[in-house]
């Protein structure tokens, strides 16, 4: 089974900054997933990636599948980018559509 | 992207009832997943619901404690039974095809008196 480590866990920054949370994990992966959790608890996919880098406005996701190793980044970090943020991985080195093993999340706060 | 809900939002049981949490996709999926997030805590995977055969539960989920149905390719049911404290956590679930990114449904939070 795969085990997933994140870090920090808690992250307090001054808005604007550049802001970064790593993952790692312990066996091979089709694909990683990078999640947000607002209060609440509604979940919201940002990223799925198997390779290499993906952007999506502000948001950039990373993995080095050699390294077993990915990285979430927020550029111009803001106020409402506080929330949870979660890696995610497939539960077992397999393909296809898997169950997904989670780190712990990292509470993320933006003060103004 | 798979737009999913959940009914209930919420509910408060008493111990020694069952509870049956419905997942409603708006399309059809290959894949259907209950996760369960106690307080405080990240997600755990409780079982894959298989359409038109029995659930695959992850070790430490029983059938019998949690039941689960996937009777076609856009709707599941997960069944707390004979709860407790214990149980009280927010309940997902979730959809999948091969190559395609994750969606969870908002959640059921249970709370067991």
């Known amino acids: 089974k795969n085990e997933v480590e994140q870090s920090p866990q808690n992250l307090t920054a001054q808005e604007g900054e550049f802001i970064t949370i790593n993952c790692s994990y312990s066996?091979?992966?089709?694909?990683l997933h990078w999640l947000q959790q607002h209060p609440g608890g509604g979940i919201v996919s940002l990223f799925m990636?198997?390779?290499g880098k993906k952007k999506h406005g502000r948001l950039i996701a990373t993995i080095n599948i050699q390294e077993k190793h990915s990285s979430l980044h927020i550029t111009a970090s803001h106020p409402r980018d506080s929330a949870v943020y979660i890696c995610?991985?497939?539960?077992?080195?397999?393909?296809?559509?898997?169950?997904?093993?989670f780190g712990k999340g990292t509470h993320l706060i933006i003060q103004p | 992207s798979a737009v999913i809900s959940q009914k209930p939002s919420r509910d408060i049981c008493q111990r020694g009832t069952s509870l049956t949490i419905q997942c409603q996709v708006d399309?059809?999926?290959?894949?259907m997943f209950w996760y369960r997030q106690q307080p405080g805590q990240s997600l755990t995977l409780i079982a894959t619901?298989?359409?038109?055969?029995?659930?695959?539960?992850e070790s430490g989920f029983v059938i019998d404690k949690f039941p689960i149905s996937r009777p076609n390719l856009t709707f599941s049911t997960l069944t707390v039974s004979n709860m407790s404290p214990e149980d009280s956590s927010i309940y997902l679930c979730?959809?999948?095809?091969?190559?395609?990114?994750?969606?969870f449904g908002p959640g059921t939070r249970l709370t067991v008196l």
């Open positions: 995610a991985v497939p539960v077992y080195s397999g393909g296809g559509a898997d169950g997904l093993t």
């Open positions: 066996v091979g992966i089709s694909a």
């Open positions: 990636l198997s390779s």
């Open positions: 399309s059809q999926v290959t894949m």
């Open positions: 619901a298989n359409q038109g055969s029995e659930a695959t539960y």
């Open positions: 979730s959809s999948s095809d091969p190559g395609e990114a994750q969606y």
